[in-house]
Structure formats: C-alpha cells, structure tokens
C-alpha cells in the first residue's frame, strides 16, 4: 500500500533565510516491508543558527526571546529602559535600507510617507521583495505603490524570493512579469515548488521558457517531479537540454521515474549523458527500472557505466539477461546482486501482493466488497494483473462476468494466483536468489510455495541440481550465501537443497561461514537456524562446522567472538544430543580456556515488577484489512474462550467522554459488549468506526489481567495510544497485521513522541516491558526497538512468517502464567511452558525472549547502546565481559559431561 504525507508549499517552505526547507515526506508502506522515502534537507531547529544571506539583512541575528518578523509576526515590544538585541537593531537595518531603495524611485512626499508607513509592518521577506521590484529599471512610483498595496496580505515564501531574485535578472523582466510568476509560485505545491527552485537556478533560460515550464508542472506527478528537478540540477543546461528532459520524463512510469532521478544524480553526469540514459529507461519494465535504480546509487557508479548497464543488461530480455550473468567476473556479478538486493522491495511487494486479490495500494479487498461493487471494479482489477495471464484467463473471466459475480470472483482469484507464479518466473535466476536470501520478508506462501519451486528447476536445469556448483556460480563472492541458507532453513526448505555428500556439506559450509561471520548482526541470523543446520547435516560436518567457529573464536578479540562462545556454550549446556563427544571436549577446552559466560541475566525476567500494581496490561494493535480483521475475531475468540470478559476500556481513552458523539458511540458499544460472542461482527465494526477501546479482563490469581484491544485510526489516535501505554506503566505491546504496519503502528509514532518530548527515555526505561512483533520479519526491526528502549525490553518477534495460531495464545497464556507462578520464573521456563503452542516445528519462524538469537541480541545492542552513552569501560573491558557479561572461569573439563 503506499501512504502519501505531504507538507503544503506554504508550510514547508518556511520563510527562513538560505532555504531551511523540508522535502515533503513520503513513504511507500509495501507488503512484507517498508520503503521509506524521505528528503529532510535540515532541521528547522537549525534555522535561527545559520548566517543570512549576503544583502541588506547581513549581520541580522534574532536572539531567544525574540520572534521572527519575516513569519509575520512582529518583534516583541522592549520594556522602557531595555536595551535592544542585535535582532532589533538588524531589523532596523532592513527598515532603513528598504526605505532607501524605495527613496531611489522618486516617490512623492505623500507616496513615500505612505510606502515608510508600510514598510515597518512587513515582514523580511516581503520587505527583501519590495527592494527587489525596486531596482527593476523599468520600475514607476505606481509600481511601487501597487507593490505596497499587495504585499502586506500576500504569503510569499523565502524560496519564491529566491526564484523571484533569479527571474528578475534576466533580461526583458518589468513588474507585471514579476507579479505573474509570483501568481504561478503561489499556485505550485510542496515539491513543485522546490523543482520551480531548480528551475530559477537553471542558467542561460529566458523569463518566457521559465513561466512555460512552471505551467507544464502540473501534468507530472510527484515521482517525475522529483526526476525533473534531479535533472535540472545537473550542470550545463540550455533551453533545449531542459525541453528534451521534461519530455522523455513526462512518458516515464512511476519506476521508471524514480530510476532517471537516480541516474541524473549520479556524479558528473552531464544534461547530454542524462538524456541518453533517460532516452532509454521508458523502455525498462517495473523490475528493470527498479533495480536500475538501486545500481545508480551504487558507490562508485559513473554516467558511463550506469550507460552500460542499462544499454548492456537491463534493457536486454530476460533470457539474455540469464546468460551474461553467468558470464560476468565476480566483480560484476557483486555489483548486480547488490542492486538487487537494494532494490528487492518492489518485486516483494509485487509477490506478497498476488497471494490474494488486492487493489493498486496492495491491500486486500475482502469478499464484501468483490460481493457488491461494481462489475467493472472487477475488471480493472483483472487488468493490473500480467498481460500473459489476462490473456489465458479472459475467456474465463469475461465468461464468469457473464454468468454472474461468483463466477467472475473464481476466475479473478485464480488468475491472480497464476499472476503471482508469473511473477517468480519472470525473476532471473539471480533475482531469485536474492528474493529468497530476504526470506523474513516474503510471506511464507511467497518463498514456500511460489520461489522454491522456481529456483529449484532453475538450479536442476543449470546446475544438475547441484547446489555447491550453484552457488559458485551465482554468488562468487559469497556475499550472500549465508542469507540464503538461512533463510531456506527458517523456512524448512534446506533440505530440498542441501547435498547429501559430507565433502560437499563441508564446501557449502565453507561459503556458509564466510557469509555469516561477516559481523555480529549475520551471525545472529545465522544462530537462530543453527539447530536446523546441524539437524541437516551429516555428523562429520557437525564437527567440521563447530571446528571452523572455535577457530574464529581464537582469531577475533571481541563481541563477535563472545557470541560464537555463547552459541557453542548454550548448544552443549541446552541440546548435547546435537553435538559430538569429540567437539563438547573441543568446546570444553574452549571454555576452559576463556571462561563460562553467565547467561542468566539475559534470561531472568521483571514479572515481580509486573504484579507491584495487583495489575497486568496489554495494548494490541490491529488493522481494518481483511488480514487485521481476521486477527482481530481470532485474537477475541481466544480470550472468550479462556473467560475474558469485554467492557469500554478503563485503561486508555481516545475519544472526549463529554463529547456528544463520544457518549453515544460509548453506549452503543457497552450495549454490545453484553453479549460478546454474539455481538462480536458488531463490536469490531463499532471499534472501526470510531477510536474505541475495549478492555478484555479477567482475575487469575487475585490479580486483574487486562487485554486491551483498539483498530488502527490515525496517526495522532496511534501517537496518544503509544503516549498512554508508556506513560501509564502497562507491560505488553502487541503489533498485528501484516509486515507492513509495523512503521506506522509502532515504529513512526514512537520516534515522534520522542522528537516532540511527549515521552522520555526516562518513560521508556521505567520498566522491562514485552513486544510482542505478531506480523512477519519481526526480527529486523529487533535491533531497532531494543535501542529504543535502552535494552528495558524482551520481544516475542517472528523470524519467518507470523501466525494467529502462536500470537492468540501465547499473549494470553504468558500473562496467566505470570499471575500464578513464582516471580522468579526465567524466560528459559517461560519458553518450556510454551512449547506445547509452538508444536509441530512452527516455533522456527518465533524468536522467543531468552532465547538464543534473543541472548545474542541483547549482548550486540548494549554494546552499541554503551558506545553511544560514551564507550563505558573501553573495548579491553568489553571484550573481557563479553559485551555486559559475566565471565566466570571453568576448570571442568569431563568428556562425560553433558
């Protein structure tokens, strides 16, 4: 889906000297992940501490506690006897030297009392305007009159000032031209505003081509917005370089766009070379422009070979495309897989979207509404799909609209799943390769059922199903290889690849480990599938695998080494069934050697602080798709069934109790809390409609357990709900719904709350609280949240794909749980309490507090969280506490120890 926040030209722009201007916002929200795009230029705090521009205004320096004149506001009044800041007397200036440059226009002795009259009350932009029609040559009293007259009600921003400064020293400019393009700035908007700036700036352009192509904004939209103004700034621009570019952008898709501004950002890119690489990018398709764009903002890339890959690979078919891959050197292999890799959101997206009928934004569009909109919503839809596959299915499906709406719907929902098969097959096989190397972010249908297979006849069909010869091939490098094998392993897929020959085992290993032990953050991936790993393979390479970590261990001084003794360490104390009796006397020695590291902080837990307030609490978020809608009935369902008891929420409150409309939406909703398993359709319709809070309570053990659920509004609702969870002391926040909420139920409105000081990161390590990350790919934003949080957190996060079979249950049993046992439960007993939910092998795609990965986690954010509070202790402590932890030194070195 994608959602549009866009600042007005008029907010954005702010009247601040030197052009302290913001990008307008705007982020694509897709389905198994988050692009975000944002262009913030400078902070506007940064504003009052940057030098003015060179004119009459030099020098002028507002001091605290004054208010700026040029945003309409006049200074704030001095108290008899009080001197004046160095803002006053700057201001002052402009006045005086504004009344000088109007004084050279010969005004009358009335017009010029007049004109000092009015010149006091304007603000500095508007008094820095006037001073500009001042000296245009052909300028009469009445023009400065008229300008007199105009000003003091007109919102002229510091960019237009600038543009307007740049249109007036071109020849042939009087004042009605002036006027005209300050009639045309005020009509643009945020981004066509800035592309009027770069415009202004653009050299050897006549004032009639400027006010032409201020016109011809209006048939862009903000993708090709973006790509013009890139453009524009390329050096060396001539009236005919610039009509050429806009003409070749106005014909480029949205992709296509967002690629020929990265081309046209590219260092010494020239108007000529630009035009070349845009001349052929509306011939790219949707992937092809994407990962194009994702090579121009490579390190490193030049006008002449971002010309070369386009004209040499991506504007090849796909079967060419195949073929050159595998002949390119590994440099070139590295780069093209890189891009790739940065570019993989769109082709995600594209996949995750066909795995059911949805519409342009890749939201769901549920049976209701395919049971009664329009016949031709249907078709429309039918046409997004693949030209290859409307081709196959139009006789069905015009034939179903025929028959009537059911057939119609059939036929759409099976085209779709044919489209998004396409979609796999059209990916070459190393886009492929890489889609699956980003498993967490592809819905487990996605990679299970629609990838795997794709690549699997592709690695037959090249490699003879060899996998080792493949991966030679594909990645030479090995940049990627041990994303891929873990990612088939979250996903139960490695043996559908894996080799069965130990010396092979040993080779992909090789390459394994050369991709994992890259840094702390690719062994933590590669630790949440190690027990997969060493169930795959043979018992040798059980042995040849820990014989290549305990060697980096010895080569590498530091927390990645702490973590590789943490994983040997906890597989031969938690599953020595999984290791060899020669490797727990290796690793033994290991531990001899450089101590036992204490785990048993990273897995105790906060449950006696929890119950301080006789109270436990939760704040589940869901969305009003046919996804979130789903979790929401499964997620009550669970509670009713285990005796949860709705009511309006005492909890958190969004809408005003006084309010008229927040009395009735109230009561009606009480009305139907009464009978909660027949009202349920009702109770969530009623949530969706309104910002409603609903309490499901119940008492274990003398304490009140509180599951509070809410649909997803707005923004401001989200931000006041995430406002009232830290400040009011609750204990768990829980994230429903696809991947692609996370930002905006959690991430967004916390970073905000914090940017604007409504919570403290005093309020945020007040105590342990839980996250419980229910939607797909919870692990990526692991790191993030536990720096957030000052590592005052344990998370429940989903490695592969989230389930409402796990998320249900295990937030309402963990709370029961913590009512009736001991306060010194530890995440370890938690978890074996658990296991009966996470039956089956579904407990891989959950990264469960006091885990492994969660155990590593917690020693790499503090690490990161000591060295932004200053580096505490040195790298010499760190190394020697393993990042926070405790070494205690072994002497035990029975073989027969398990």
């Not at 009159?145 to 249109?167: G, V």
């Not at 059911?356 to 799909?385: A, K, M």
């Not at 028959?403 to 085209?415: K, T």
Request: with cysteine.
């Amino acid at each position: 889906m994608q959602n549009f926040t866009k600042l007005s030209y008029a907010q954005s722009s702010s009247i601040l000297p030197q052009g302290v201007f913001f990008r307008s916002l705007y982020f694509v929200s897709d389905v198994g992940s988050c692009l975000v795009r944002t262009g913030v230029f400078v902070f506007l705090a940064l504003a009052l501490l940057l030098p003015w521009p060179t004119d009459a205004s030099a020098g002028l320096d507002f001091e605290e506690g004054t208010v700026r004149k040029d945003i309409g506001v006049s200074a704030a009044p001095k108290a008899q006897g009080v001197s004046k800041t160095k803002g006053d007397l700057a201001l002052e200036e402009a006045i005086v030297q504004t009344e000088a440059a109007v004084a050279k226009v010969k005004l009358d002795e009335k017009q010029l009392a007049r004109a000092k009259e009015v010149i006091k009350g304007l603000n500095y932009t508007n008094m820095r305007i006037l001073r500009v029609f001042c000296g245009l040559s052909s300028i009469t009293p009445e023009g400065i009159m008229d300008a007199l007259r105009r000003l003091p009600q007109s919102q002229i921003s510091y960019d237009q000032l600038i543009i307007l400064e740049h249109f007036v020293a071109l020849p042939g400019v009087d004042a009605d031209t002036a006027w005209l393009l300050l009639k045309k700035l005020g009509g643009l908007n945020y981004v066509s505003g800035r592309v009027a700036l770069a415009i202004s700036q653009a050299k050897n352009l006549q004032p009639r081509v400027m006010l032409a192509l201020l016109d011809r904004l209006a048939s862009l939209r903000e993708p090709g917005l973006w790509a013009f103004k890139a453009y524009l700034e390329v050096p060396g621009q001539t009236a005919d370089t610039v009509d050429k570019g806009l003409l070749l952008i106005d014909q480029m898709t949205e992709k296509q766009c967002w690629a020929a501004e990265m081309s046209n950002k590219i260092a010494g890119m020239t108007p000529e070379l630009a035009l070349l690489n845009m001349s052929h990018l509306p011939r790219l398709s949707n992937t092809n422009a994407s990962n194009a764009r994702s090579m121009f903002q490579l390190p490193g890339m030049s006008p002449a070979a971002s010309l070369a890959w386009i004209t040499n690979y991506f504007l090849l078919a796909q079967e060419n495309q195949e073929a050159l891959f595998f002949s390119m050197n590994a440099e070139q292999q590295s780069q093209l897989l890189l891009a790739f890799a940065d570019g993989s959101e769109y082709l995600i997206w594209k996949i995750n979207n066909l795995h059911d009928i949805t519409d342009i934004n890749g939201q769901e569009v549920g049976i209701r509404v395919l049971s009664s909109c329009p016949l031709s919503t249907l078709r429309e839809i039918f046409q997004r799909l693949d030209g290859n596959v409307q081709a196959r299915f139009n006789g069905e499906f015009s034939a179903g609209l025929d028959a009537g709406r059911g057939p119609a719907i059939a036929a759409l929902r099976r085209a779709t799943s044919a489209a998004r098969l396409q979609a796999a097959k059209d990916c070459t096989t190393a886009n492929a390769y890489i889609l699956l190397s980003r498993g967490s972010d592809l819905y487990d249908s996605s990679f299970r059922e629609i990838l795997v297979p794709v690549l699997k006849d592709r690695i037959n069909s090249r490699s003879g199903g060899n996998l080792l010869a493949f991966l030679k091939t594909i990645d030479q490098k090995g940049v990627h290889v041990s994303d891929f094998i873990i990612s088939l392993a979250q996903k139960g897929k490695l043996v559908v690849f894996f080799p069965a020959s130990v010396a092979e085992q040993e080779q992909v290993l090789d390459l394994v480990a050369r991709s994992a032990f890259r840094d702390e953050k690719s062994l933590i991936l590669f630790s949440a599938t190690f027990m997969t790993l060493l169930e795959t393979i043979q018992p040798q390479t059980r042995t040849y695998l820990i014989a290549k970590m305990l060697t980096a261990i010895r080569e590498k001084d530091s927390v990645f080494s702490t973590q590789l003794r943490v994983i040997l360490q906890y597989y031969i104390q938690e599953y020595p069934q999984l290791v060899g009796e020669v490797d727990k006397i290796r690793i033994r020695l290991m531990m001899s050697q450089y101590g036992t590291l204490a785990l048993d902080q990273y897995v105790k837990t906060s449950f006696a602080e929890w119950k301080m307030d006789s109270k436990l609490s939760s704040l589940s978020i869901f969305q009003s798709d046919d996804d979130g809608s789903q979790s929401y009935r499964s997620n009550c369902q669970t509670l009713m069934a285990h005796g949860y008891r709705p009511r309006l929420s005492t909890s958190f409150s969004l809408m005003a109790a006084d309010s008229a409309q927040g009395r009735a939406a109230g009561a009606q909703l009480k009305g139907l809390l009464g009978a909660p398993s027949q009202n349920l359709g009702g109770i969530q319709e009623m949530q969706a409609r309104y910002p409603l809070v609903v309490d499901w309570v119940k008492s274990v053990n003398g304490l009140e357990i509180s599951h509070s659920v809410v649909v997803y509004h707005d923004v401001s609702h989200q931000q006041e709900l995430l406002r009232q969870f830290l400040k009011g002391g609750h204990e768990m926040f829980v994230q429903r719904g696809h991947s692609y909420w996370r930002k905006e139920q959690l991430l967004d409105p916390l970073q905000e709350l914090l940017k604007t000081g409504a919570v403290t990161e005093a309020d945020l390590m007040s105590k342990q609280r839980f996250l419980s990350l229910g939607s797909c790919g919870g692990i990526r934003v692991y790191s993030e949240l536990a720096m957030i949080f000052h590592n005052k957190v344990d998370i429940l996060a989903t490695v592969g794909t989230g389930k409402a079979i796990i998320n249900d249950p295990y937030n309402q049993f963990l709370f029961e749980l913590v009512a009736s046992r001991s306060d010194t439960l530890s995440w370890k007993a938690v978890s074996d309490q658990a296991a009966v939910i996470f039956k089956h092998g579904m407990g891989e795609d959950y990264l469960q507090p006091g885990s492994l990965p969660a155990i590593l986690h917690k020693i790499m954010d503090q690490k990161q969280i000591d060295k932004q509070a200053g580096g505490q202790g040195g790298k010499q402590a760190e190394i020697q506490s393993g990042g926070g932890l405790e070494v205690r030194p072994s002497v035990d070195l029975d073989p027969n120890r398990n």
